[in-house]
C-alpha cells in the first residue's frame, strides 16, 4: 500500500496511524493524548504499557531486542501500515563523570540512543513499502549544549542530533523524513525518575547545586502539550524541519548564542544557568 497525502495527515488532509514511544508519561503521553484528540490512530509503547485511555497502550520495552519488533509486527499486522513513529522513550542519570559506574552510562545510552534505533529499524521496511512515512525523534536542549553532571544523558542525545541527521539523508529517496525536536525544560515526570548517584566526594556540592537548579527549572518549565503541538506540526507539514526546538524563549536562545558566540563567551554566559 502506498503512502499517499490522502492516507496520512502530510498536506493536512487527514490523520493516519503512529506509534509513540514512552506514551505513559511525560512528553510522550502529551504526544499520544494530542494526537488522538486530532484523529491519529495511535499506540503508545511504554513499558508500563499504560495510557490514558484515549488511545491503545501497549507494553514496550525499546532496550529489548525482541519486543521492539514485535510490537511494530502488532501495529503492521492490526493497522496495516505504520505512517509515522515518535521517539519519546528516555530518562536521565545525574551526576558527575568520573563517579558514573560505566553500568549506568550504558543504562542510559541503552534506552535514549539505541532504543531509538531499534525502532527506527523496525519501522523502515514497512515505510519503505508503504512509499514513506515520518520519524520524529525526541532530542533535547541537552542534546545540542553539554549538560554538567548529566553528561550521559546529554551523550545519548548528542548521539541522537549526529544518527538522526545521517538517517535522513539515507531515508529521504523512499518518502520518509526525519525530524529532531529539541526540547528545553517542562514539567513532567522525567523530574521525579531521574537517577541520582551518590557518595560523589569532591563532586557532592557541585553535583547538588547543578542538579537543584536544574530540577527547579523543570517544576517551573512549560507545559508538555508544547511540544505536543510541535510534533503535531511536524507531523502535518509537507515539509517538515530537520530540527525544531520547544520551549522557553531564554533557553531555546541558548541554541543560536551556542552557533554565533565564541565558545569562552558562550561557555562564560551559560555556566551560571547550568549551575556551574
Known amino acids: 500500500m502506498l503512502l499517499t497525502t490522502s492516507a496520512v495527515g502530510w498536506g493536512g ?4 496511524v503512529v506509534l509513540v514511544t514512552g506514551a505513559s508519561a511525560g512528553i510522550g503521553l502529551a504526544c499520544a493524548d494530542r494526537l488522538a484528540a486530532s484523529g491519529w490512530t495511535v499506540v503508545g509503547g511504554s513499558r508500563r504499557g499504560t495510557g490514558s485511555g484515549a488511545w491503545q497502550s501497549v507494553p514496550l520495552d525499546v532496550d529489548d531486542d525482541a519486543s521492539v519488533p514485535r510490537v511494530v509486527d502488532d501495529v503492521a499486522t492490526t493497522h496495516g501500515r505504520i505512517d509515522a513513529v515518535v521517539l519519546a522513550a528516555g530518562w536521565g542519570v545525574a551526576g558527575p563523570v568520573e563517579m558514573t559506574p560505566i553500568a549506568e552510562a550504558k543504562a542510559q545510552l541503552e534506552t535514549n540512543f539505541w532504543g531509538v534505533v531499534r525502532v527506527v529499524q523496525a ?7 508503504q512509499g514513506g512515512g515520518r520519524i520524529v525523534v525526541m532530542s533535547s536542549i541537552g542534546g545540542v549544549i553539554g549538560i554538567p553532571f548529566q553528561a550521559f544523558y546529554s551523550a545519548s542525545k548528542f548521539a541522537l542530533e549526529g544518527y538522526a541527521e545521517a538517517l535522513a539523508y539515507e531515508v529521504a529517496p523512499f518518502g520518509i523524513g526525519v525530524t529532531l525536536v529539541e526540547p528545553g525544560n517542562f514539567k513532567t515526570d522525567f523530574t521525579a525518575s531521574r537517577r541520582k548517584l551518590t557518595d560523589l566526594g569532591p563532586y557532592d556540592a ?29 507531523l502535518t507539514s509537507r515539509r517538515a524541519p530537520r530540527r525544531i526546538s520547544v520551549g522557553k524563549a ?9 552557533r554565533l558566540l565564541p565558545y569562552r563567551w558562550f561557555e562564560k554566559a551559560a555556566s551560571g544557568a547550568l549551575g556551574v
Open 13 to 16: 488532509v487527514m490523520a493516519g
Open 250 to 258: 531564554g533557553e531555546r536562545a541558548g541554541i543560536v548564542a551556542k
Open 123 to 129: 519501522v523502515l521496511p514497512l515505510m519503505r513499502g
Open 206 to 234: 557541585a553535583t547538588a547545586k547543578a542538579v537543584t537548579l536544574m530540577e527547579r527549572d523543570e517544576h517551573n518549565g512549560a507545559d508538555p502539550a508544547l511540544v505536543a503541538r510541535a510534533v503535531e506540526r511536524v
